[in-house]
């Protein structure tokens, strides 16, 4: 099928998944192109300048599983703005300490639970301290803006662990015909280099 539609040497998806995608991607079936996410990596696949495009595309629509507060609490260590966050993870040593310490003995537990959430308080201000004197204070909107920029890029480049890349990355109804944004041939070499290079690799 595959052979008589393209002249050269065919890849075995088996052996070379990724170039396989590449070469046949607007020729495999619905049915067995989701196949190809067992053996492939939403990272590997991002070689694939048609995949980029997709999920550019894809981040355009304001998915759900990207928006701020959302993305925020699935990925609060890439949020620069984490006045709470010391005090989310200070509650959830607290947490631990009070169910998997010492079977929960009420005595040793609770002045653990507070010791471990009063350190994990202290080591959030002291790294929001040393960020604050590295740069210089942004507004909530700038916070905003530069969040929504990291997540979208990691998303792309396929370095979002946990995100859902299954539903762009085999769906034509992201698929991008207008050239203006695109992700070309050229580009892609570079950008393939890059990420070889782990210039994305957050």
């Known amino acids: 099928?595959?052979?008589?539609?393209?002249?050269?040497?065919?890849?075995?998806?088996?052996?070379?998944?990724?170039?396989?995608?590449?070469?046949?991607?607007?020729?495999?079936?619905?049915?067995?192109?989701?196949?190809?996410?067992?053996?492939?990596?939403?990272?590997?696949?991002?070689?694939?300048?048609?995949?980029?495009?997709?999920?550019?595309?894809?981040?355009?629509?304001?998915?759900?599983?990207?928006?701020?507060?959302?993305?925020?609490?699935?990925?609060?260590?890439?949020?620069?703005?984490?006045?709470?966050?010391?005090?989310?993870?200070?509650?959830?040593?607290?947490?631990?300490?009070?169910?998997?310490?010492?079977?929960?003995?009420?005595?040793?537990?609770?002045?653990l639970g507070s010791l471990l959430g009063e350190y994990e308080e202290e080591r959030e201000a002291e790294r929001r301290h040393g960020r604050m004197q590295q740069t210089m204070p942004e507004s909530p909107e700038e916070l905003r803006t530069d969040f929504e920029r990291r997540i979208k890029e990691l998303f792309i480049y396929g370095l979002l662990e946990g995100a859902d890349y299954d539903l762009c990355d085999w769906s034509e109804q992201y698929d991008i015909y207008d050239e203006e944004g695109w992700f070309n041939e050229e580009e892609a070499d570079e950008m393939d280099g890059d990420l070889e290079e782990g210039e994305y690799d957050y």
């Open 1 to 111: 099928m595959y052979e008589t539609r393209y002249k050269g040497v065919v890849p075995l998806p088996s052996r070379s998944p990724v170039e396989f995608l590449h070469k046949f991607l607007h020729q495999i079936p619905p049915h067995l192109i989701t196949s190809f996410a067992s053996v492939t990596t939403p990272k590997e696949r991002s070689l694939i300048p048609e995949v980029r495009n997709r999920r550019l595309r894809y981040t355009e629509t304001a998915p759900k599983q990207l928006e701020l507060e959302s993305a925020k609490a699935r990925w609060p260590y890439l949020w620069s703005g984490r006045e709470q966050y010391g005090k989310r993870a200070a509650e959830d040593e607290k947490e631990w300490a009070s169910k998997n310490f010492l079977d929960g003995m009420p005595q040793q537990v609770g002045k």
